[in-house]
């Protein structure tokens, strides 16, 4: 069975950085693009980011492009998202995902890690 468990959230102010991970265990790591959603207080769940099994080709949603960075280490089976410049309006859950594509979510999901900013 397939469990990813998230961490690294937490409160930071604007401008700041965090750094998020993924740990996935339960099938063949290397087999699976993973990618990174988010959900905002009364809005519906967006796709973040995402990166293929052999860790090339990241993509990212326009809103998070040039501040945030999707890697994976297969090694460890871990995918990490690190956030720069951190605006009040990334302020979120934010879901680890396996097998996402073309932003579009696979089929498991971790429990989310609250990311809040301030202003």
């Known amino acids: 069975q397939v469990q990813l468990v998230e961490s690294g959230g937490g409160l930071v102010q604007a401008g700041g950085s965090l750094r998020l991970s993924c740990a996935y265990s339960?099938?063949?790591?290397?087999?699976?693009?993973m990618g990174w959603f988010r959900q905002a207080p009364g809005k519906e769940r967006e796709f973040v980011a995402a990166?293929?099994?052999?860790?090339?080709?990241?993509y990212y949603s326009d809103s998070v492009k040039g501040r945030f960075t999707i890697s994976r280490d297969n090694s460890k089976n871990t995918v990490y998202l690190q956030m720069n410049s951190l605006k009040p309006e990334d302020t979120a859950v934010y879901y680890c995902?396996?097998?996402?594509?073309?932003?579009?979510?696979?089929?498991?999901w971790g429990r989310g890690t609250q990311v809040t900013v301030s202003s």
């Open positions: 990166i293929s099994w052999n860790v090339g080709s990241p």
């Open positions: 995902n396996s097998g996402p594509r073309g932003g579009v979510a696979g089929a498991y």
């Open positions: 339960g099938r063949t790591f290397t087999n699976y693009a």
